[in-house]
């Protein structure tokens, strides 16, 4: 019954931006860590971003200064305002939820179905 929704991914030049959303239901948004995480073909999945229950943000240090995470409580949506976007950006990017307690590793219990993100050189 929980359900993550990504929307927002598409095809965008090198120096670009993309905004990605993620809706949540089925869950008290609130009390729950919210996270990024992507996956390119032939490599392994990998953190991006995340925001833990109170407001506090983490990022990759590949996407630090470019990328920003925020919530939206009252909404149940969690946004990741992509900037300056490269090339070595294109993958599938996944919303993911736990429960409290905010992780940089996959250890999140619930996740989207992906939506994909191409930068174009």
Do not use: H
């Not at 833990?52 to 920003?68: C, H, I, M, P, Q």
């Not at 969690?78 to 900037?83: G, I, K, P, S």
């Amino acid at each position: 019954q929980v359900q993550l929704v990504e929307s927002g991914g598409g095809l965008v030049q090198a120096g670009g931006s993309l905004r990605l959303s993620c809706a949540a239901s089925g869950l008290t948004f609130s009390i729950y860590a919210m996270g990024w995480f992507r996956q390119a073909p032939g490599k392994e999945r990998e953190f991006v971003a995340a925001i833990s229950t109170s407001g506090g943000t983490y990022y990759a240090d590949s996407v630090k200064g470019r990328f920003t995470i925020s919530r939206d409580n009252a909404k149940a949506t969690v946004t990741l305002q992509m900037n300056s976007l490269k090339p070595e950006d294109t993958a599938i990017y996944y919303c993911a939820s736990r429960y409290k307690i905010v992780t940089t590793t996959p250890q999140y219990t619930y996740w989207g179905q992906g939506t994909q993100v191409t930068v174009s050189s």
